[in-house]
T-cell receptor, first 111, second 112 residues
Framework: GQQLNQSPQSMFIQEGEDVSMNCTSS?????WLWYKQEPGEGPVLLIA?????ELTSNGRLTAQFGITRKDSFLNISASIPSDVGIYFC???????????FGQGTRLTINP | SQTIHQWPATLVQPVGSPLSLECTVE??????LYWYRQAAGRGLQLLFY??????ISSEVPQNLSASRPQDRQFILSSKKLLLSDSGFYLC???????????FGDGTRLSIL
Protein backbone atom coordinates (compact mmCIF):
# COMPACT_ATOMS: atom_id res chain seq x y z
CA GLY A 1 0.00 0.00 0.00
CA GLN A 2 0.93 3.65 -0.15
CA GLN A 3 3.36 4.86 2.50
CA LEU A 4 4.82 8.23 3.35
CA ASN A 5 8.28 8.62 4.82
CA GLN A 6 8.49 11.82 6.79
CA SER A 7 11.80 13.14 8.06
CA PRO A 8 13.25 14.04 10.36
CA GLN A 9 11.24 12.36 13.11
CA SER A 10 12.21 15.08 15.55
CA MET A 11 14.06 18.39 15.56
CA PHE A 12 15.57 20.42 18.39
CA ILE A 13 16.41 23.95 17.32
CA GLN A 14 17.07 27.39 18.71
CA GLU A 15 14.50 30.12 18.43
CA GLY A 16 15.08 32.13 15.27
CA GLU A 17 16.46 29.23 13.24
CA ASP A 18 14.91 28.04 10.01
CA VAL A 19 13.31 24.59 9.84
CA SER A 20 13.01 22.17 6.95
CA MET A 21 11.18 18.85 6.84
CA ASN A 22 10.05 16.63 4.00
CA CYS A 23 7.92 13.71 2.95
CA THR A 24 8.65 11.16 0.26
CA SER A 25 6.51 8.44 -1.22
CA SER A 26 6.95 5.45 -3.47
CA UNK A 27 3.67 6.43 -5.14
CA UNK A 28 2.56 9.62 -6.82
CA UNK A 29 0.00 11.93 -5.25
CA UNK A 30 -2.28 14.60 -6.70
CA UNK A 31 -2.61 16.50 -3.44
CA TRP A 32 -0.18 17.19 -0.62
CA LEU A 33 -1.31 18.63 2.69
CA TRP A 34 0.65 19.84 5.71
CA TYR A 35 -0.89 19.84 9.19
CA LYS A 36 0.31 20.95 12.62
CA GLN A 37 -0.81 19.25 15.82
CA GLU A 38 -0.35 20.65 19.31
CA PRO A 39 -0.64 18.50 22.45
CA GLY A 40 -4.18 17.36 23.19
CA GLU A 41 -5.62 18.88 20.04
CA GLY A 42 -6.51 17.78 16.55
CA PRO A 43 -4.30 18.56 13.53
CA VAL A 44 -4.81 21.95 11.93
CA LEU A 45 -4.39 22.41 8.19
CA LEU A 46 -1.45 24.69 7.33
CA ILE A 47 -1.00 24.43 3.57
CA ALA A 48 -2.66 22.52 0.73
CA UNK A 49 -0.84 21.82 -2.56
CA UNK A 50 -2.64 20.67 -5.70
CA UNK A 51 -0.18 20.98 -8.56
CA UNK A 52 3.26 19.50 -9.21
CA UNK A 53 5.91 22.19 -8.73
CA GLU A 54 3.54 24.42 -6.78
CA LEU A 55 5.15 26.58 -4.10
CA THR A 56 2.78 28.02 -1.52
CA SER A 57 3.37 30.22 1.51
CA ASN A 58 1.38 30.82 4.66
CA GLY A 59 3.15 33.49 6.69
CA ARG A 60 6.55 32.11 7.69
CA LEU A 61 5.65 28.69 6.29
CA THR A 62 6.46 27.63 2.75
CA ALA A 63 5.62 24.26 1.20
CA GLN A 64 6.34 22.80 -2.21
CA PHE A 65 4.76 20.00 -4.23
CA GLY A 66 7.63 18.06 -5.79
CA ILE A 67 7.91 17.86 -9.58
CA THR A 68 7.88 14.06 -9.48
CA ARG A 69 4.66 14.19 -7.39
CA LYS A 70 6.34 11.81 -4.96
CA ASP A 71 7.59 14.32 -2.44
CA SER A 72 6.88 17.56 -0.64
CA PHE A 73 8.74 19.77 1.79
CA LEU A 74 7.78 22.31 4.43
CA ASN A 75 10.02 25.15 5.55
CA ILE A 76 9.52 27.40 8.55
CA SER A 77 11.56 30.57 8.64
CA ALA A 78 12.69 32.39 11.79
CA SER A 79 11.10 29.92 14.21
CA ILE A 80 9.29 31.18 17.30
CA PRO A 81 8.17 29.28 20.43
CA SER A 82 4.59 28.84 19.21
CA ASP A 83 5.88 26.78 16.27
CA VAL A 84 6.36 23.88 18.69
CA GLY A 85 4.27 20.85 17.81
CA ILE A 86 4.09 17.85 15.53
CA TYR A 87 3.94 18.50 11.80
CA PHE A 88 2.27 15.92 9.56
CA CYS A 89 2.33 15.59 5.82
CA UNK A 90 -0.54 13.86 4.05
CA UNK A 91 -0.94 12.79 0.47
CA UNK A 92 -3.97 11.95 -1.59
CA UNK A 93 -4.06 10.33 -5.01
CA UNK A 94 -7.38 11.88 -5.88
CA UNK A 95 -10.92 10.80 -6.50
CA UNK A 96 -12.13 8.69 -3.64
CA UNK A 97 -8.68 7.83 -2.39
CA UNK A 98 -8.15 8.30 1.32
CA UNK A 99 -5.47 10.51 2.83
CA UNK A 100 -2.16 8.84 3.65
CA PHE A 101 -0.35 10.45 6.60
CA GLY A 102 3.31 10.60 7.42
CA GLN A 103 4.48 9.69 10.91
CA GLY A 104 5.09 13.29 11.87
CA THR A 105 8.02 15.56 12.70
CA ARG A 106 8.17 16.69 16.33
CA LEU A 107 9.56 20.22 16.57
CA THR A 108 11.06 21.47 19.83
CA ILE A 109 12.37 25.01 20.15
CA ASN A 110 14.82 26.23 22.76
CA PRO A 111 14.28 29.89 23.61
CA SER B 1 -18.07 29.26 9.18
CA GLN B 2 -17.87 25.53 9.72
CA THR B 3 -17.07 24.02 13.09
CA ILE B 4 -16.58 20.48 14.30
CA HIS B 5 -17.25 19.28 17.83
CA GLN B 6 -16.18 16.09 19.53
CA TRP B 7 -17.07 14.83 22.97
CA PRO B 8 -16.10 13.82 25.47
CA ALA B 9 -12.57 15.27 25.46
CA THR B 10 -11.29 12.49 27.71
CA LEU B 11 -12.75 9.16 28.72
CA VAL B 12 -11.61 6.38 31.02
CA GLN B 13 -13.42 3.07 30.57
CA PRO B 14 -12.95 -0.44 31.94
CA VAL B 15 -12.20 -3.35 29.64
CA GLY B 16 -15.39 -4.91 28.34
CA SER B 17 -17.51 -1.78 28.69
CA PRO B 18 -19.34 -0.18 25.75
CA LEU B 19 -18.23 2.98 23.98
CA SER B 20 -19.95 5.86 22.25
CA LEU B 21 -18.04 8.87 20.93
CA GLU B 22 -19.90 11.60 19.14
CA CYS B 23 -18.90 14.09 16.49
CA THR B 24 -21.02 16.85 14.98
CA VAL B 25 -20.31 19.38 12.26
CA GLU B 26 -21.97 22.78 11.95
CA UNK B 27 -22.14 25.25 9.10
CA UNK B 28 -22.16 22.83 6.19
CA UNK B 29 -24.45 20.25 4.59
CA UNK B 30 -23.72 16.69 3.50
CA UNK B 31 -20.08 16.71 4.64
CA UNK B 32 -17.80 13.72 4.30
CA LEU B 33 -17.02 12.50 7.80
CA TYR B 34 -14.07 10.48 9.10
CA TRP B 35 -12.92 8.71 12.25
CA TYR B 36 -9.17 8.32 12.89
CA ARG B 37 -7.16 6.77 15.70
CA GLN B 38 -3.78 8.10 16.68
CA ALA B 39 -1.47 6.04 18.87
CA ALA B 40 0.89 8.00 21.13
CA GLY B 41 3.52 9.79 19.08
CA ARG B 42 2.35 8.20 15.88
CA GLY B 43 0.55 9.13 12.70
CA LEU B 44 -3.15 8.90 12.00
CA GLN B 45 -4.91 5.70 11.04
CA LEU B 46 -8.22 6.00 9.19
CA LEU B 47 -10.91 3.82 10.80
CA PHE B 48 -14.14 4.79 9.04
CA TYR B 49 -15.47 7.34 6.61
CA UNK B 50 -18.94 8.30 5.46
CA UNK B 51 -20.15 10.14 2.36
CA UNK B 52 -23.77 10.37 3.49
CA UNK B 53 -26.42 9.37 6.02
CA UNK B 54 -26.30 5.66 6.74
CA UNK B 55 -23.26 5.15 4.47
CA ILE B 56 -20.22 3.82 6.33
CA SER B 57 -16.96 2.52 4.89
CA SER B 58 -14.63 0.60 7.16
CA GLU B 59 -10.90 0.77 6.53
CA VAL B 60 -9.58 -1.76 9.01
CA PRO B 61 -11.15 -4.77 10.73
CA GLN B 62 -11.50 -4.05 14.41
CA ASN B 63 -13.56 -3.97 17.54
CA LEU B 64 -15.22 -0.68 16.63
CA SER B 65 -18.17 0.39 14.50
CA ALA B 66 -19.44 3.71 13.18
CA SER B 67 -22.86 5.13 12.41
CA ARG B 68 -24.23 8.28 10.82
CA PRO B 69 -27.79 8.72 11.99
CA GLN B 70 -28.02 12.34 10.83
CA ASP B 71 -26.36 14.39 8.11
CA ARG B 72 -23.87 16.10 10.41
CA GLN B 73 -23.52 13.50 13.15
CA PHE B 74 -20.95 10.71 13.23
CA ILE B 75 -20.74 8.20 16.07
CA LEU B 76 -17.97 5.76 16.96
CA SER B 77 -19.06 2.77 19.05
CA SER B 78 -17.98 -0.46 20.57
CA LYS B 79 -19.95 -3.14 22.40
CA LYS B 80 -16.96 -4.35 24.43
CA LEU B 81 -13.76 -2.35 24.71
CA LEU B 82 -10.33 -3.98 24.60
CA LEU B 83 -7.12 -2.69 26.13
CA SER B 84 -5.81 -2.16 22.60
CA ASP B 85 -8.62 0.33 21.92
CA SER B 86 -6.82 2.97 23.99
CA GLY B 87 -5.73 5.98 21.98
CA PHE B 88 -6.58 9.42 20.70
CA TYR B 89 -9.65 9.40 18.46
CA LEU B 90 -10.11 12.17 15.95
CA CYS B 91 -13.14 13.08 13.88
CA UNK B 92 -12.70 15.04 10.66
CA UNK B 93 -14.85 16.46 7.90
CA UNK B 94 -14.39 17.62 4.30
CA UNK B 95 -16.59 19.20 1.66
CA UNK B 96 -15.76 16.44 -0.83
CA UNK B 97 -13.39 13.47 -0.74
CA UNK B 98 -10.92 15.56 -2.75
CA UNK B 99 -10.97 18.57 -0.43
CA UNK B 100 -8.71 18.88 2.64
CA UNK B 101 -9.98 17.36 5.87
CA UNK B 102 -10.50 19.45 8.99
CA PHE B 103 -10.16 17.85 12.40
CA GLY B 104 -11.90 18.11 15.74
CA ASP B 105 -9.98 18.35 19.00
CA GLY B 106 -10.12 14.62 19.65
CA THR B 107 -11.09 12.27 22.47
CA ARG B 108 -8.39 10.72 24.66
CA LEU B 109 -9.62 7.21 25.48
CA SER B 110 -7.94 5.20 28.22
CA ILE B 111 -8.93 1.60 28.86
CA LEU B 112 -8.23 0.15 32.31
Amino acid sequence: GQQLNQSPQSMFIQEGEDVSMNCTSSSIFNTWLWYKQEPGEGPVLLIALYKAGELTSNGRLTAQFGITRKDSFLNISASIPSDVGIYFCAGQLGGAQKLVFGQGTRLTINP
Amino acid sequence: SQTIHQWPATLVQPVGSPLSLECTVEGTSNPNLYWYRQAAGRGLQLLFYSVGIGQISSEVPQNLSASRPQDRQFILSSKKLLLSDSGFYLCAWSVTLQQPQHFGDGTRLSIL
